[in-house]
């Protein structure tokens, strides 16, 4: 299994509060995603990182901020927590240089927003 | 744009029975295509990959999927059903050289003893 872990696993905050989750891989890996999913929606793609302090937005980017200043840890940061963004958190990691393309998930974050 | 149709949210077949989950997708060109299987309360584990050549793919856990371009699908077979088989089956695509990956929205399957 590839080294992905992601803390917390669970988490319940109140609306408005801030709320970061953070992805930790051993992997060395240069790509790293955060993804949400939701019943009926499959994974749908938050931000992505393609190196250190290298990031883009993806499909559902609004309310979201990350930051990644070391290989290993890709952050994700809900600035003031909405009752929509409840939902599974995963974390994936993705390396190029090998021929391989693709993703290895972490364990997954429940968060709940109150 | 890049979309990815899993038509059945739900799959119900008996155990020893053979599978058929469907994955179709659009986009230009050949992308590079994956099934993963998601456990309840588990991250995603990939079972096959498709980038190029042989059409039919083989996976962990005796699964194969067919790469058909003239239908732009990638279906995802298993000859016999096992009750552990019983999870979430996601199909994505990914843009050869974007590093982004477009996943369908799931087909579980229940599997009747």
């Known amino acids: 299994d590839a080294g992905i872990t992601q803390s917390p696993r669970h988490k319940v905050t109140e609306t408005g509060t801030p709320v970061t989750l953070r992805c930790h891989q051993t992997?060395?890996?240069?790509?790293m995603y955060w993804y949400r999913q939701d019943p009926g929606h499959g994974l749908r793609l938050i931000h992505y990182s393609y190196g250190v302090k290298d990031t883009d937005k993806g499909e559902v980017s609004d309310g979201y901020s990350v930051s990644r200043s070391k290989t290993e840890d890709f952050l994700l940061t809900l600035e003031s927590a909405t009752s929509s963004q409840t939902s599974v958190y995963f974390c994936?990691?993705?390396?190029?240089?090998?021929?391989?393309?693709?993703?290895?998930f972490g364990p997954g974050t429940r968060l709940t927003v109150t | 744009a890049q979309s990815v149709t899993q038509p059945d949210i739900h799959i119900t077949v008996s155990e020893g029975a053979s599978l058929e989950l469907r994955c179709n997708y659009s986009?230009?060109?050949?992308?590079?295509l994956f099934w993963y299987v998601q456990s309840p309360g588990q991250g995603l584990q990939l079972l096959l990959k498709y980038f190029s050549g042989d059409t039919l793919v083989q996976g962990i856990k005796g699964f194969e999927a067919e790469f058909k371009r003239s239908q732009s699908s990638f279906n995802l077979r298993k000859p016999s059903v096992h009750w552990s088989d019983a999870a979430e089956y996601f199909c994505?695509?990914?843009?050869?050289?974007?590093?982004?990956?477009?996943f369908g929205t799931g087909t579980r399957l229940k599997v009747l003893a």
């Open positions: 994936a990691i993705s390396e190029s240089n090998s021929g391989n393309y693709e993703q290895y």
């Open positions: 986009y230009g060109a050949t992308p590079y």
């Open positions: 994505a695509v990914g843009s050869p050289g974007t590093y982004k990956y477009i």
């Open positions: 992997e060395n890996h240069r790509y």
